[in-house]
């Protein structure tokens, strides 16, 4: 009887000692693998998280440094392309200074003659871009709607292409030039319609309009020898 009880005190004992302090080593090991697991998954996370802010930090150097780039590029570009020159040219004909241009450069010319009508003996526009206003006020109802740069007729062009046209009448002011004006305008014409050159026919005090049938916004082939005929026929009629 006594040996039983013995026994059983010893059994009693041993689970104890495994409740309060563990029975063997690999239960323990077992119990702190998740942990480790943990611990390596976090110090993982931290490790890619700092590699990203590293690779941020470097594209914003980059950027600033591309962008620094272009903008002295820009200016540099911006001085070379403004840059000019005055002459005086002993062997041009004062009494006949003719202005021609086509397209948008045929509206600038006619800009140009109405701020000196005294000094433009004529002038010889072809298929001239008077619709540069009405496009710009279909974009744009107000100068704040108008972007830093924006897509237009082929060309990236910026604020102060646009803002000049908001609400502008071109006619208005091309219709102070009084001397004679040569118009040439194709009835094909899809990017300046001939629609525009026939309403400056009737806002110049004197002006002659010849269609080129068929022709489109530019001429070439039979078409230009059309236009550089006439063109010639108007020189020699109002020259001096």
């Given amino acids: 009887m006594r040996r039983n009880r ?15 302090g563990g029975c063997g080593q690999p239960p323990q090991e077992a119990a702190s693998e998740p942990a480790e697991e943990t611990r390596r998954e976090a110090m ?10 590293e690779t941020i930090r470097e594209a914003a150097i980059q950027e600033t440094a591309v962008r620094e780039t272009l903008q002295e590029t820009m200016e540099e570009k911006t001085e070379i392309l403004y840059s000019y020159e005055v002459r005086e040219l002993d062997y041009v004909d004062e009494e006949n200074l003719f202005l021609m241009g086509s397209s948008q450069g045929g509206a600038v010319s006619a800009l140009a003659g109405a701020a000196q009508p005294e000094a433009v003996r004529g002038m010889i526009l072809l298929y001239p871009a008077f619709v540069l206003a ?9 100068v704040e709607e108008i972007p830093d740069t ?29 001397r004679d004006v040569l118009l040439i305008h194709g009835d094909a014409d899809s990017i300046v319609p001939l629609s525009y050159s026939e309403r400056a026919l009737e806002v110049y005090p004197s002006a002659r309009l010849e269609v080129i049938s068929g022709a489109g916004h530019g001429f070439g082939g039979e078409d230009f020898a059309l236009a550089l005929d006439y063109i010639l026929e108007y020189l020699q009629a109002n020259r001096v």
């Fill in 150 to 178: 924006y897509y237009f007729m082929w060309m990236d062009v910026g604020r102060a292409y646009f803002e000049p046209l908001i609400g502008y009448d071109i006619y208005e002011d091309i219709a102070a030039y009084d």
């Fill in 44 to 53: 993982s996370e931290m490790i890619q998280e700092t590699t990203i802010q």
């Fill in 134 to 142: 009405d496009r710009a006020n279909e974009l744009f109802s107000s």
């Fill in 6 to 20: 013995n026994g059983y005190m010893l059994i009693a004992m041993v689970l104890l000692s495994c409740l309060l």
